[in-house]
């Protein structure tokens, strides 16, 4: 009666945790066995007579503008496209100039950036049963909106994904973003990380840095972008760079050294970075990776990430020099 449900208290969340039960949350068990669908539906329909009545808002109550300060949310959000998931455990990163980063944060991914306003809350229309609506167009998805996990733990013959348990969210008055801990299931070993995006407006194109914060570790560590497909061109600034060198690092290349990924339709994704010593980058399987390695302090790693709709060699020099850290 008080109206909080651990899946969502819309008809579908209902009917979907009344048919499965709550495995590993409660001792609540599944009864699709017992009852049919119709008698379910039924269960469904009379729990909801037990909810309090929603409140009426209008759409301007409804929508989070971002003022002077970069403004976070945390919710349930969209499919971003056709095969791609729901996202029940989602947060919204919102900056003045109308850029948002997107996040999944039940094992935390960054999936897209948005460009336009930033959120509204139809997550209060059905009893905070829906998903929000954000509001920017998405002018670029990770991995196709469906990333794998960033984090990997290096030893000398193998690489093993890290889930990223979320920790919260923080808001300093230089930077913003998500703190998460990493975690290898296998070992239990942990590693804290914090992220936080930006966004950097240049001539032709837009720019926008992930910046970790990593705590002293002493594992070697590989960040791996998946952001490259056979029909893509990875290059150098003197070098044409391939998936012909299948070991880590492959060419390794400088600090502040652009790394461009030429796409077919004549954009590109130019990507640069800076770090702590030691910090290396190269290409596998036409992705990017950093190798982080071990340290006793923490190490900082960002990453320059810069969308250019028409891309020529000539222009990428003065681009790169833009970039402010």
């Known amino acids: 009666a008080a109206g909080g449900f651990a899946f969502g208290n819309t008809p579908e969340a209902l009917f979907k945790t009344i048919s499965m039960g709550m495995p590993g949350q409660s001792e609540m068990p599944s009864f699709k066995q017992e009852m049919n669908d119709a008698e379910r539906r039924a269960v469904v329909a009379h729990v909801r007579t ?48 109308g850029i948002t980063f997107e996040y999944r944060i039940d094992d935390v991914r960054l999936l897209a950036i948005r460009k336009g306003g930033f959120v509204k809350r139809t997550d209060w229309v059905d009893r905070g049963g829906t998903p929000a609506e954000p509001l920017g167009e998405v002018v670029y998805m990770i991995s196709g909106g469906n990333p794998g996990p960033l984090f990997h733990h290096a030893t000398a013959t193998t690489i093993t994904p890290l889930t990223a348990h979320m920790m919260g969210s923080f808001a300093f008055p230089d930077m913003v973003g ?51 497909s056979p029909n893509h061109e990875f290059h150098g600034r003197d070098q044409k760079l391939s998936d012909k060198h299948p070991k880590f690092p492959s060419i390794p290349l400088e600090p502040l050294k652009p790394v461009v990924r030429k796409n ?42 810069i969308l250019q709709k028409t891309f020529t060699f000539e222009s990428l020099e003065s681009l790169a020099k833009e970039v402010v850290w």
């Open 50 to 97: 037990l909810i309090p009545k929603e409140q009426k808002t209008d759409d301007g109550s409804t929508i989070l503008r971002v003022n002077d300060r970069p403004l976070v949310f945390r919710g349930i959000l969209p499919s971003l496209g056709d095969g791609l998931p729901m996202r029940p455990r989602g947060l919204l990163i919102g900056f003045p100039d």
């Open 264 to 305: 077919t339709d004549g954009s590109a994704l130019i990507l640069v970075y800076r770090g702590s010593q030691g910090i290396r980058m190269g290409i596998r399987d036409n992705g990017i990776e950093f190798k982080i390695p071990p340290s006793e302090s923490a190490q900082d790693l960002q990453i320059m990430f």
């Open 178 to 228: 998500v703190s998460y801990r990493l975690e290898d299931g296998q070992s239990g070993a942990s590693i804290n990380i914090k992220e936080s995006p930006s966004v950097q407006q240049l001539t032709d194109a837009l720019g926008f840095e992930r910046r970790f914060l990593i705590e002293p570790t002493s594992e070697s560590i590989i960040v791996r972008f998946d952001e490259g």
